[in-house]
Structure formats: C-alpha cells, structure tokens
C-alpha cells in the first residue's frame, strides 16, 4: 500500500509523469515518420510456399486500402516486411500452415 506524505510530492510525482509522457510522444521518429501501426496479413493454405507468397501478395494490397478507409494520408511502409509461418495441421502426405506477413505502416492522420 502506497501512502502520500504530503500533495506537493504528490503534485511533483504527476507533473513529472506529465513531462516524461510528453517527452516520449515527440520522439525523433514519431515526428519524421508521424504515427506508425503494425499491418498484418494471415493466410492459411496447403504447403507452405503458397501462403507465404500469398501472405506478402495480400498484405501489399491490404496496406493502401487500410490507410484509405482509417482516413490516413502519407502512408508509407517502413522497415522491413516479415513472414512467420506456423504449422496447422499435419496429416503426414500433406500439412496446411498458417502464415502471417507484417509490414510497420507510418502515416499522418
């Protein structure tokens, strides 16, 4: 249990919450690039080449349409797009994977 030995500690302890919080919103990279979000794409198929390629396919046509409808103008990728495959079913002659492609998307609102 937190107990508060006078308001002028406790007025300090808000102020300087204040200030750290606004110091971090106007970060070097939040300023040049706006704000950022992580896009992402799931596809679940056959093999694991298919949805892999299917994957980054979607996700770059998903990116244009997501800024567009959310009202963000400027989007612009960032960073490097990143593929994570996963396992789904594995019935021994065949096996579907579930993979995800993400893309760092900044914009401006």
């Not at 002028?8 to 106007?26: C, E, F, G, H, K």
Request: hydrophobic share 35%.
């Amino acid at each position: 249990m937190f107990r508060c030995v006078s308001a002028y500690t406790a007025t300090a302890l808000v102020a300087t919450i204040a200030v750290i919080s606004t110091l971090t919103s106007y970060a070097p990279e939040a300023s040049a690039h706006g704000q950022c979000k992580i896009v992402g794409y799931e596809v679940r198929d056959f093999g694991k080449v298919g949805p892999t390629a299917d994957a980054k396919r979607l996700l770059d046509e998903r990116i244009p349409k997501w800024a567009k409808k959310n009202g963000y103008r400027g989007a612009h990728k960032s960073g490097k797009k990143k593929v994570s495959c996963k396992l789904y079913l594995d019935v021994g002659f065949f096996d579907e994977w579930t993979c995800t492609a993400t893309q760092r998307v900044c914009y401006f609102k």
